[in-house]
């Protein structure tokens, strides 16, 4: 238990290689003591105790600010603890409020061509960032700069551009939805659409199959649901340590009598036992056992799963006709259900079920019978599905199933798709999308009076692509690290180094700073747990959780430097300096009272009207979801089964797939620690989990080194190098390794149809022993190869 939170911001600047992980087995319960003492000690390491006192008491209170983490929806204001918050919240919180900082003095003393080559985790660790910097054109320093001339220059290159569509515009879904609306309405008042965000990379997936079936992008189901749920599916995630506090939720499900089904390959703690740190015999007992039956999927295994169970419900159907298929809701509010019934008879094979998945047939009948005995269902998923190169037809699928048992729209059932970044969700609604429909585009219009462009816009990996062909002049990012989260990692690199400018509003360092174009802007804002005072007064944003409940974040400590400014006054002034008096935005009123911003909002987007009212009631208000008031909003008004033809993920002989996934003790792109405690790892992050069977198959022990190649039709080779070998229990064929450090094995073109989202989750690799005399691995002599800005030849054509 006293794996200290890593050590003082003078540790080494790369990361401890593969030789110095150390194997444990992997635990079979999540959360409880150990957890919490665990988020203490990396707040100790991070804060002061006072702060972290302070902070952890106002973490998701409803006079407090919203946990910068997940976006698992907060109980009830009367029935939240006094500590509502998990361990990892607790570490994210921390995290920004570090007490280190990041001062002009750290940029004279590190080239960015040396930032360049440390470590995601020792940048972060660095501190908060305290001014506004610039790095000019030939320059390998960051300089400071004041507001004015960062957004002067910032300014100066939108206004130069040929087109606005010359530019890009970020979003990463930590962003509240002020500033968000703020940034999206300034992009469209300056005549683009191109709003790429995370949700590109993660749940776009989800979105775009709920838009063709149910008619909204959201999921329907409130935490009620999921406690009154008699069955619950959990499929690809890992809520032990990416959403801890969803397993409280799945307790109740359990103390209420209901069932729960985990699909997964590999046997997450979290989904195994919880011990619910909140409750006396959470610390002492043995804690909830969540599975009632794990099925140790194959990687991209879900569309046949859901295939083969929706025959076997049909299958049913027939042999007792009216007690499995719900009639009443099917025909009274769905189309489609024979053309997709024939389907399934028509095209399900079971020996290509049973390969896909890796199950058995008495395993899917089993899932069967418990769907059988079950009248609410509800289907949670996350990136183990979305992530997918077949990820939209899976989830249309999964919404198959639920339409099949009438389970949306009723209390109990439901589509629950749990999003990550904690105002994601928000995000979108406030319409950060290169899509909006056109009905959000017209009110815009009739509120500011100017007119939206109408072409959609580019979103993340698109974004890339136009990157890389030269077309992109000015990148500005509102919180993320888009360096890291996308796929492609040295080709992505390259595409942003043709930028002409690449400006970040940031709270942390971070590898996009140092990835960066010719100029290159830190606009250093505030975070979550800070006080913002503006001349209207101390302000507050608003977020909307996973499950459409909006609410106000209000932070309250001292901000990490004088010179920071929050997100809406960054974006306001810079409108203002980009586009004078163009638009008849009132931007200055806007950051001098969010209330403002929040009006407008209020006659724009739907379910926001009397705004400010009510977002200051305690824990908010609920989003209206047409589902759930009977409505599917598609274009005839009806639920849409669909036919999905049957897709899986297999390798050539001698390779596997890869999954790139997230470990305990990290944030995204960000790990905050090198171990991975749930799982057994520790000391170093370049471990690949095996299936043992495999292991012998290629050759390979417990312990060997190596690198790990990648396959695509490209032909390009894209290898991560210097990984231990870990013998791990993941079906046969499925590697695992972590997210980010093998993003440069997932090809920027291989992404899922439909939704353009990184296949992250399902890559073919090989793996290459590694000779003992290969020498550092790639990642750490990255500075043979990234060449700092100022001393590569520009690329033809600039
Ligand atoms: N502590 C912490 N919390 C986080 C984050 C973080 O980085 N750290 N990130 C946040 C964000 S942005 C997001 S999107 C969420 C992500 O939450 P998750 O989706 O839980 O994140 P991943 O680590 O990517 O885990 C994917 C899970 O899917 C499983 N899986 C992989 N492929 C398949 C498949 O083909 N089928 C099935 N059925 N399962 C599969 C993996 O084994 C793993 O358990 O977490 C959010 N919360
Ligand atoms: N291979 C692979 N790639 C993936 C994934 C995967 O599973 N596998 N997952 C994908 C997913 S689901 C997602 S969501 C993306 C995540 O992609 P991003 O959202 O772009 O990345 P983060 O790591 O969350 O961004 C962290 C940075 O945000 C900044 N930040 C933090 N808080 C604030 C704040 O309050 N304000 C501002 N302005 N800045 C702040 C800090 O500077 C910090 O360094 O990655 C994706 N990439
Ligand atoms: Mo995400």
Redesign the pocket.
Known sequence: MSEAPTGSRESSTTDPGPEHARITPPKTWAAGVPAVAQAIGYSLAETSPRNTARNLLDLNQTKGFDC?GCAWPDPEPGERAVNEYCENGAKHTND?ATTRRITPEFFARHPVSELARASDRW??QQGR?THPMVKRPGSDHYEPVDWHEALGILARELRSLDSPDEAVF?T????GNE?AFVLQLFARALGTNNLPD??N???ESSGTALHETLGIGKGDVSLADLHHADLVLTLGQNPGSNHPRMLSALEETKRRGGTIVAVNPLPEAGLMRFKNPQKPRGVVGRGTNIADQFLQIRLGGDLALFQALNLLLLEAEEAAPGTVVDRAFVEARTEGFEKFADHLRRTVSWPEVLAATGLTRAQIEELRDRVLASERTVVCWA?GLT?QKHAVPTIREVVNFLLLRGSVGRPGTGVCPVR??SN?QGDRTMGIWEKMPQSFLDALEEEFGFKPPADHGLDTVDSIRAMKEGRIKVFL??????V????DSEVTAEAVRRCRLTA???????R?HTVCGETALILP????SERDCQSGGEQFLTVEDSMSQVHASRGHLEPASKHLLS?VAILTRLARRTLGDQVAVPWEEFEADYGHIRERIARIVPGFHNFNARVTKPGGFGLPNPVNDGVFPTPSGKAQFTCNAFTALSAPAGHLLLQ???SHDQ????PYTMNDRYRGIHGSRRVILVNPHDLRELGLSDGDLVDVASVWRDGIERRAEGFRVVPYSTPPGCAAAY??E??VL?PLDSTAEGSNT?T??GIVVRLEPRPADAGPPREARASDREAPASDRSRPEGR
Not at 477 to 482: E, I
Not at 484 to 487: C, I, K, L, S
């Open positions: 910068p920004d940048l972060n960032l970020y990463s879904g930590r962003a500033p995370c949700s990379l993660c749940h990136m992530q990550g970044h994601v990012g509102l919180a993320g690290n888009f890291r989260a996308t796929p970040h509003i940031s709270t942390k360092l971070n996009s804002t505030l975070g979550r997100e790139t996934l997230r944030w995204n792109t960000v997210y980010p093998t993003n997932v990184p992250s989750k």
